[in-house]
């Protein structure tokens, strides 16, 4: 009964942020956009966080394409040739465009709009910047490599790392690290910890903070906001992938306003694409195509989210 009460109230709270006043439907005003953001919030109230790795594998290619082709198949073999051949097919043409480069360099543009990298001028200038600190944000961590016999990174992790050092030492800025265990990742350290571990053995550079409670981007932003506030922060320089720091950015702004705290977020993007299909193997497949395709519909996703 307890459960069914709570239920109620979170679908009631959703009621209230999502969805227009019937007074107004009747007096003709105008009526609010609903926000996207309370999905996620739903997900939370209800308990479900924990589903969305399964249900971003279900929405993302390759899936829904290889169900598309399965269908097709399904109905050639039951004599529906037209329907058949057109799902099949639609299915195939899917699959193979979301594993090009040419597509996944478009869907990250376009979809995700990242900002520019910082110039030489920027980073010089963070140089001069008081109580500033690069952040770099998590994409997951090996909770065990044994050719290390310690945690790893992940690629992502180990890219955004990289970059975050280098960002660090130009402009001896501290650095920081936010990432904890993600959802539906193997129980163990933290990202913040491996990363800690890495940091110090393979560049030499001590973390000044680290963050390990987060599981997304919306945590992330939530304790780092927090942590490097009671520091005495002002500017975050903020080092993720391109694909993925407009909601970044977004959720750290987000974060600022709800506890009342007054920073500057300038975000470092690495990763720029570039021009897409300028040879013909951008336009065949290739696992660089699938992990940008992968990327910017992930990173789409979770901005019509409001993640």
Request: positive net charge; contains cysteine; glycine residues 10%.
């Amino acid at each position: 009964m307890a459960g069914w009460c709570g239920a109620a109230r979170c679908w009631a709270k959703y009621r209230i942020e999502g969805t227009p006043d019937p007074a107004a439907i009747t007096a003709g005003q105008a009526l609010p956009a609903m926000s996207f953001a309370t999905m996620n919030q739903i997900f939370a109230d209800f308990g479900l966080l924990g589903l969305k790795p399964y249900l971003s594998a279900l929405a993302l290619p390759p899936l829904p394409w290889l169900l598309l082709m399965l269908l097709g198949a399904g109905l050639l073999a039951r004599r529906r040739r037209r329907l058949g051949w057109a799902a099949f097919g639609l299915g195939f043409a899917g699959l193979w465009a979301t594993t090009t480069t040419a597509l996944g360099v478009t869907l990250v543009l376009g979809l995700n709009q990242p900002p520019p990298p910082l110039d030489q001028a920027k980073v010089k200038a963070l140089a001069q910047a008081p109580h500033a600190v690069v952040l770099v944000l998590g994409a997951g961590r090996r909770a065990w490599a044994s050719e290390y016999r310690a945690p790893d990174l992940s690629p992502l992790t180990a890219e955004r790392l990289r970059y975050g050092v280098w960002l660090a030492r130009q402009t001896r800025l501290p650095l920081a690290y936010s990432g904890g265990v993600g959802f539906g990742n193997q129980p163990g350290v933290t990202e913040a910890e491996a990363v800690a571990l890495v940091a110090k053995r393979d560049f030499g550079l001590a973390l000044t903070w680290a963050e390990d409670r987060s599981r997304d981007t919306a945590e992330n932003a939530h304790y780092s906001v927090a942590m490097l506030h009671q520091a005495g922060i002002r500017t975050i320089v903020l080092v993720s992938h391109d694909f993925h720091l407009r909601r970044a950015r977004r959720d750290f702004e987000r974060a600022l306003a709800q506890q009342g705290v007054a920073m500057q977020v300038l975000p470092a993007a690495l990763g720029q694409p570039g021009q897409a299909g300028s040879s013909l193997g951008d336009y065949l497949p290739s696992p660089e195509g699938y992990a940008l395709c992968h990327h910017a519909l992930h990173e789409w996703f979770g901005w019509i989210a409001g993640a």
